[in-house]
């Protein structure tokens, strides 16, 4: 049973970081990356990023792009996502995700299997 945990989250000051982490167990070997989402009240949940276990690589949507930072560590079966120069708008409930083994994290939220429970993150100007 694959079962993810974030924790990290808080409420901070505009322009400060905070670190998220993602615990995930239960997933195989063929396990490729895992996403991170958002949902702020009385909006959709966004794609924030994805990253993969094996290469490290991630990618990041255009309103975090060049502040988040999202890396893993597959022995610690964590993902991590460091979060910088936090804006008000970056308040929500942020969300890891993972699909199906073998396949590639996306950037939308349907295509993702396992939730974690969400974190808080609150920006105040």
């Known amino acids: 049973q694959v079962q993810l945990v974030e924790s990290g989250g808080g409420w901070v000051q505009a322009g400060a970081s905070l670190r998220l982490s993602c615990v995930v167990s239960?997933?195989?070997?063929?396990?490729?990356?895992v996403g991170w989402f958002r949902q702020a009240p009385g909006k959709e949940r966004e794609f924030v990023a994805r990253?993969?276990?094996?290469?490290?690589?991630?990618d990041y949507g255009d309103n975090v792009k060049g502040r988040f930072a999202a890396s893993g560590n597959s022995a610690q079966s964590t993902m991590f996502l460091q979060m910088n120069s936090l804006k008000p708008e970056d308040t929500g409930v942020y969300y890891c995700?993972?699909?199906?083994?073998?396949?590639?994290?996306?950037?939308?939220?349907?295509?993702?299997?396992?939730w974690g429970q969400g974190t808080q993150v609150t920006v105040s100007s």
């Open positions: 995700a993972a699909p199906r083994p073998g396949v590639v994290p996306s950037f939308s939220q349907y295509d993702y299997d396992h």
């Open positions: 990253a993969r276990w094996v290469t490290g690589t991630a």
């Open positions: 239960g997933l195989t070997r063929n396990s490729i990356g």
